[in-house]
């Protein structure tokens, strides 16, 4: 059973950077077999797909947010990693990882996905 964990700093100020990591246990981030989604929800809201990464380390992000967004990984710590700079308010809502067989791309149906971490929330606000 593929388990995961996301942390964060929960309080940012605008204009800073988030870094959000998300633990993963009970599976190898490195297998051919899953990819690694961020996915978050502001309130109030929907879903919306941030982006992917996989086990070459290719990432795939979503148009409206490739210019802030950067997806990485640390195979040794099995964790995946969130980084976006340029925060405004409007980013403020729960965060999310979760694991998908061999899904590359856009997708906002919860099902879809087999693992999701707990979520984290994260304000932006000075």
């Known amino acids: 059973q593929v388990q995961l964990q996301e942390s964060g700093p929960g309080l940012v100020k605008p204009s800073q950077t988030l870094s959000l990591t998300c633990t993963v246990s009970?599976?190898?981030?490195?297998?051919?077999?899953?990819?690694w989604s961020w996915i978050r929800q502001p309130p109030g809201k929907g879903l919306e797909w941030m982006g992917v990464i996989r086990y070459d380390d290719s990432t795939y992000y979503s148009p409206s947010l490739k210019s802030r967004t950067s997806i990485s990984r640390d195979n040794p710590k099995n964790t995946v990693y969130l980084q976006m700079n340029s925060l405004k308010p409007e980013d403020t809502g729960v965060y999310y990882c979760?694991?998908?067989?061999?899904?590359?791309?856009?997708?906002?149906?919860?099902?879809?996905?087999?693992?999701w971490g707990q979520g984290t929330q994260v304000t932006v606000s000075s």
């Open positions: 009970g599976g190898s981030i490195t297998t051919s077999y899953y990819t």
């Open positions: 979760a694991a998908s067989h061999n899904l590359f791309k856009r997708c906002v149906i919860a099902l879809t996905y087999d693992y």
